[in-house]
């Protein structure tokens, strides 16, 4: 015996594939990171969590982030606490290479950590930037 159920319409909106979908581009809307045009985005492989790292750099939206640039913050760092009968050991959580987000095809699911990790704070670690800065403060008295 067959019943016949009505199905609502969102139900079926929900499963038919939208043209020129991105998750990639609804997590960057979701995020409020539209503004900004260059966003990375890194799965957590050695993490019993599902995580994702989203880096961005709110100082210079326009420029690009380099793979080499996000694999050497040093202002963040994302560890794992292991434990070894009394000691404990920070361990590093690996990483995937950081794909733009506009093209990122996976999905996130619900149960998902997400870090935002900002790299403004890159140009205030380099040494360079505060010699160079003293330097103007000297000339200007």
């Known amino acids: 015996m067959v019943v016949d159920m009505p199905i609502d319409t969102n139900t079926i909106l929900?499963?038919?594939p939208k043209q020129n979908y991105r998750p990639?581009?609804?997590?960057?809307k979701d995020l409020g990171l539209e503004n900004f045009q260059n966003v990375v985005i890194q799965k957590a492989i050695n993490y019993p969590i599902t995580m994702y790292v989203v880096s961005f750099n709110s100082r210079y939206p326009e420029r690009a982030i380099f793979y080499s640039k996000v694999k050497n913050i040093k202002t963040s760092a994302i560890k794992?606490?292991?434990q070894y009968g009394q000691e404990n050991k920070f361990k590093d959580i690996k990483l995937t290479p950081p794909v733009d987000l506009d093209y990122f095809m996976g999905r996130v699911r619900s149960n998902a950590y997400v870090y935002l990790r900002d790299m403004c704070g890159e140009q205030y670690r380099d040494k360079q930037m505060f010699q160079m800065m003293n330097e103007s403060l000297i000339e200007i008295q």
């Open 14 to 16: 929900d499963i038919i």
């Open 24 to 28: 990639g581009l609804q997590l960057k």
């Open 80 to 82: 794992r606490l292991k």
